[in-house]
């Protein structure tokens, strides 16, 4: 099967986020996709007067932040893409974390930074995977928005990229798993300016390189973490690519970073 996480510069575009659904629609086979959507919370929350916190491309969550992001990734950005989605022929269910129990999570304890209502995945043994298989083996494409709950009643806000991640390895038990981080640049690039110096495969080594040399930064950082442990857990793939490039992973005419443990 294949997973999909859509980012928040594509949410954000129309003519690319609606691309990009018709490509998705079309896939074959068992699907998911899980879609971001920061850009979209920062701005409706400064016409809320809310300003955006941000730390090492984490969000900053106080109560009223939480709030903000449960309507704009529970509401408007999930019912938003379900709808565009069931146009296109595809059955899509929305769904958070909280629902059916799929991603409980926890609070990330209080350590140098304090990050509020962010949820951190105990690991993907904690994932309610049967409620998942059920749905998919229904026929429907399930939707995630980045948000999870405390399992107390309270939601939780957890970056996509590890929503992705986490889906995809408990899922890696039942299906041979492809996850597929789909965002507006041609790939990892060597050179951030550069759209064309797209870096085609790293494993952990070069990973580690990248990451020293200052190459990659920024939500990159939690990007790669989060594939790179998919990867350790048991999904058999893992690309990051343009969200254009979707239709042709198949085909391997495409540009985009394929990552590898060794
Ligand atoms: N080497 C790199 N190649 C591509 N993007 C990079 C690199 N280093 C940092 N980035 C940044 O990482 C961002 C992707 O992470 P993020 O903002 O979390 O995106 P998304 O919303 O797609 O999850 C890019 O928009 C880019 O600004
Ligand atoms: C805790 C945390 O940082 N959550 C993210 C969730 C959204 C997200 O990951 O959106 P993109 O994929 O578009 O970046 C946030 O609120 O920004």
Redesign the pocket.
Known sequence: MIIVKI???ILDNPARLQAFLIDFAQLAGPKLLVH?G?KIASATGQRLGITPKMVE?RRITDAETLELVTMVYGGLVNKQVVAKLQALGCNAIGLTGADANIIPARKRPVKTIDYGFAGDVDGPESINAKALEALLEAGLTPVFAPLTHDTQGSMLNTN??TIASVLATALATAFTVQLVYC???KG??QN?GDDNAVIPHINQDKYKALKEEG??????V??LDNAFAALQQGVAQVLICEAESLPRIHTGHYSGTTLSLN
């Open positions: 980012g928040g510069n971001g920061g491309g996509a990229d965002f507006e640049k990892v690039l951030a190459v990659v930064n920024a939500g990159m939690p990007k």
